[in-house]
């Protein structure tokens, strides 16, 4: 049972141009929303994060909003540039306090210069 | 300040067999969670250890154990290998409460044989 989805596998954009980054969960319980980004051989590095009392986050070139009425969040990342080629993987946590991670499946992004 | 490091980064290993991983956490966290990772796939819980006490759990099967030193290292710990074991080991550690990053080290590269 994937509770949160990221159905994009991969996402090709121009340097210079938006990537949009999708991910949607099922859970109404998850109070907290996570993107990592990961490049190869390496672990999930922490991207940006937004509460579940808010409905956007910015950190410089990357945003996340979150619409909780329709269990939806994005990752923006304006500009793009070939350096933010990776896999990036949305994940949520419940209210429980573990901190346990539930993460969709990942999105590759190819920024083509 | 030190990052989360894992040891080792890839192990062979045939099936019916022991194998231990190791993950020392970053500086000043207390938890530590483990993330079993398979090909294509995001991330899943494994289990949470907290002031050396599992504190939560996935739907993983009692033959993954784990341990938490007073240091707040950690081993996770897989008995009677399956193939399906091959994936990649995440260990991620973070401060014990709400609205906290986790940050994961590079992961260790199981190959079940």
């Known amino acids: 049972d994937q509770q949160v989805k990221q159905n994009s596998p991969s996402l090709s954009v121009q340097e210079g141009r938006i990537s949009i980054l999708n991910c949607d969960y099922t859970n109404s319980m998850f109070d907290y929303f996570l993107w990592y980004k990961k490049y190869p051989a390496e672990g999930p590095t922490f991207l940006i994060s937004?509460?579940?009392?808010?409905d956007k986050n910015e950190d410089g070139r990357f945003t996340v909003f979150l619409n909780k009425s329709a269990k939806h969040l994005s990752l923006h990342i304006v500009p793009s540039q070939p350096g933010d080629s990776a896999v990036y993987f949305c994940a949520a946590r419940g209210q429980t306090g573990a901190n346990n991670l539930f993460f969709g499946t990942g999105t590759r992004l190819t920024v083509i210069p | 300040e030190t990052g989360v490091t894992q040891s080792p980064t890839h192990l062979i290993k045939t099936r019916g067999q022991q194998v231990t991983l190791r993950c020392s956490s970053q500086s000043g966290h207390n938890t530590v969670s483990w993330y079993q990772q398979a090909l294509g796939q995001g991330p899943q819980f494994i289990f949470q250890y907290y002031r050396e006490e599992e504190n939560g759990r996935g739907n993983f099967p009692p033959r993954f154990s784990g341990l938490q030193f007073p240091n707040y290292s950690s081993e996770l710990n897989v008995n009677a290998l399956e193939l399906d074991d091959s994936a990649l080991y995440l260990c991620?550690?973070?401060?014990?409460?709400?609205?906290?990053?986790?940050?994961f080290g590079q992961g260790t590269r199981l190959t079940v044989v």
């Open positions: 937004i509460s579940s009392i808010k």
């Open positions: 991620a550690s973070s401060l014990q409460g709400f609205n906290t990053e986790a940050f």
